[in-house]
T-cell receptor
């Protein structure tokens, strides 16, 4: 079955460093990958979308890559800030519905 | 506020009772989705509508669950004969339909606790 996997271990980094989160997919080829941010007790908030024919997408301090050979997407936050602390969800879509990974919690320490 | 709204925000019920949740999407969005999320997991797809038509329903969704979107605007999700395993956050999202996939806008969720 279609599966999206993220590192379930929390990622702890120091303020100012670059955070890199990994998303791997198996058993299918998504046309799109999306990244969302979720704060405790709230719904996910969209951050970035990348298509399978795009290698990289940027938005302010965020960058996402899509490697169809490795079946992997990397999500980078540069110059991280304590306010970036949250759970980040990777999701794939082909027809509209999203298939989510379990999320990776990022903690940025001042 | 023009975001996705959900009601109620919290619901506590006893096992065996029926519950109904409501979702109001962003007004110009014709797609509406329901997801369920348990602690430490990502949201899990339940079903989605395009206007009033229910286009897909997860195989994981038992027949105790039913969803409607009668006029292509708001949607309701009903769970009959609730079980403790139904305890979760129920999330609603909406999006625009186009030739490409668009991002989904999520509501704040309804947290269900089944005692």
């Amino acid at each position: 079955s279609q599966k999206i996997e993220q590192n379930s271990e929390a990622l702890n980094i120091q303020e100012g460093k670059t955070a890199t989160l990994t998303c791997n997919y198996t058993n299918y080829s998504p046309a799109y990958l999306q990244w969302y941010r979720q704060d405790p007790g709230r719904g996910p908030v969209f951050l970035l979308l990348i298509r399978e024919n795009e290698k990289e997408k940027r938005k302010e301090r965020l960058k996402v890559t899509f490697d169809t050979t490795l079946k992997q997407s990397l999500f980078h936050i540069t110059a991280s800030q304590p306010a970036d602390s949250a759970t980040y969800l990777c999701a794939s879509s082909n027809t509209g519905k999203l298939i989510f990974g379990q999320g990776t919690t990022l903690q940025v320490k001042p | 506020d023009t975001g996705v709204s959900q009601d109620p925000r919290h619901k506590i019920t006893k096992r065996g009772q029926n519950v109904t949740f409501r979702c109001d999407p962003i007004s110009e969005h014709n797609r509406l989705y329901w997801y369920r999320q348990t602690l430490g997991q990502g949201p899990e797809f339940l079903t989605y509508f395009q206007n009033e038509a229910q286009l897909e329903k997860s195989r994981l969704l038992s027949d105790r669950f039913s969803a409607e979107r009668p006029k292509g605007s708001f949607s309701t999700l009903e769970i009959q004969r609730t079980e403790q395993g139904d305890s979760a956050m129920y999330l609603c999202a909406s999006s625009t339909l186009g030739q490409v996939i668009y991002e989904q806008f999520f509501g704040p969720g309804t947290r269900l606790t089944v005692l």
